[in-house]
């Protein structure tokens, strides 16, 4: 499927036509809904403010995953249904959405200690009706991460979850929804809602790129703005609800900080759970959870102090690798749609999604990626008094389409490339392929992007900036030192033609891309940043100077609760199998 030159426009003169629904936002939230929309044969538009997966969608730490941290919380519904949709997920966008093991290593003193641990991981496991967690003893766990500090290390679990291309998911979910009728446009804001009788009926649109303004009208307005939710709600008088939070990470190369699986253990400052894992070749560190008080308009972009708490992270648990600012690529930060309840610990503030009703502007917000398909199903079910023809709303379909194609000129490409290639570009996969020049279908060099993504990417999926291919369409962004500027004349040669772009345009996007670049994605000023060691030997002083208290007693209590279960269900299993 093309997004060729003219798509915008021809996108644009279809919005004077009413539709069944207009979904505002286009990040996982909103492209979930579309995909559930059009796949119940509804009239659907999207419209996204900026590029497709522009806001948190693309800067989210990237795993598919129930959450430890939240079933600790005493969430277990959040924690179930993400499990269940984790298992979902792996089974239909192998490539997209791929396992990831995951270590958590304890250390003598820790609190939670072992037994939590079991506990908690035995219930996680039993959620997903599966048994992926053990113990290692410290020398086998030491095999798994080798370099790892042995400092009081008790040993520790591993355990299975997954991760995901976030921005890339998006993508598929609109590009499946536009192929099952549905219609979306980036750079095309909602500006104002048009309300008849005291309801909203519609919304006024601005196109970014070109100025124009239109006016579109549907039987439901849904605002799936994320962090920016009470900036529309409030046209409807709604209260304030969202406290931002911000999210941070470092990406460091893999040959300075290799892993084979993710690492998570509890900072020593805060006592946060924290990780490094590796994707896409590089090796990601994260996260903070801070109030962010910028403008929501402005790119997000890692403060000084988040960077020494994720340096200290790394020193704590990796000493021997030395890592240090030199060795930091890329970074980025995320801002969380979370509903604020005044909480001291913006951690502790609950992660679940909300629907709100006001004078029929539908929002829903907050919730996690990775449950992005119960969250679509939630917000149209709240919306069938006004839809009575909406189909019957299950969750039993796959979740993205079953892909059966072959990779012409592709035969000889590496089991994980084609795989690769299947899960993040779907039914286009066999049109990229046939669209490589010869060399395109090989690695660009330290990343897994093959050179063809980029041509594909230019020439068919809606790219109105360079920000938009290197940060979102792939991520070289974020994996290549610099952003990628090492490699930009060969961008260029490949990109250009296919933008149709002229050399003055390609010269001022390439200058905007690097600016923004330097601005959001790079290391703050150094002087700025705190030194971590001090930091780390203060973690130190006080977790000595600390008297024993239990921090976690309804983690234990579904961990025990998850035991008895796993008892129960194993006499029965024996119980079952001696009759047979
Ligand atoms: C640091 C961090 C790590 C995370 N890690 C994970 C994780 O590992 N796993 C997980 O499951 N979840 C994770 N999450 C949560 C997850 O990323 C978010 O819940 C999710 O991305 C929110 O998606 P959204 O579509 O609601 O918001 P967004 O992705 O922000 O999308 C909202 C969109 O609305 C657009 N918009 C705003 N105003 C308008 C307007 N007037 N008109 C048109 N468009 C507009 C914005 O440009 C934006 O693109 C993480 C979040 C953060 C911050």
Known sequence: MIWGKDWRDSVWEQLGTERDIIVIGGGITGAGILREAARAGLRVLLVEARDFAWGTSSRSSKLVHGGLRYLAQ?????????????????????????PLGFLLATHKGDRPGRWT???????????????????????????????ITPDRLEGGFRYGDAQTDDARLVLRLIREAVADGGLAINYVAAIGLIREDGAVRGVRLRDAVTGREAEARARVVINATGAWADHLRAQVGGEARIRPLRGSHLIIPAWRLPLAQAVSFLHPIDHRPV?????????????????????????????????????????????ACNITLDDVIATFAGVRPVI??????PSKESREHVVWQEDGLLTVTGGKL?????????????VRDRLPELADLSADHPVLAAIDVDLPGAENLPPATRRRLLGRYGADAPALAAAAEPGELEPIPGTRTLWAELRWAARAEGVVHLDDLLLRRVRLGLLLPEGGVGQMARIRAICQPELGWDDAR??????????LWRAAYSLPERALIPDWQTLLLDARAARLARPYSFRRPLFLLAGLTALALLSRWRRRVGRDSAVV
Request: net charge negative; charged share 30%.
């Open 74 to 98: 005493g969430k277990l519904r959040l924690t179930l249904e993400s499990v269940r949709e984790r298992e979902h997920l792996l089974e239909d966008g192998p490539g997209l959405i791929d």
């Open 117 to 147: 641990y079991k506990a908690g991981l035995s219930l996680y496991d039993l959620m997903a009706l599966q048994w992926t967690h053990r113990r290692y003893r410290p020398e086998d766990f030491r095999m798994l991460a080798p370099r």
């Open 275 to 319: 990780f490094l894992f590796p994707w896409e070749g590089a090796t990601l560190v994260g996260t903070t959870d801070l109030d962010h008080d910028a403008p929501l308009d402005e790119e997000p972009r890692i403060s000084p102090e988040e960077v020494a708490y994720l340096m200290a992270a790394i020193q704590h648990q990796f000493p």
């Open 340 to 345: 604020g309840t005044g909480k001291d610990d």
């Open 370 to 382: 990775t449950t992005f398909r119960l969250i679509a199903l939630d917000a149209l079910r709240a």
């Open 506 to 515: 390609w010269e001022s996007e390439e200058a905007a891309y690097r600016a």
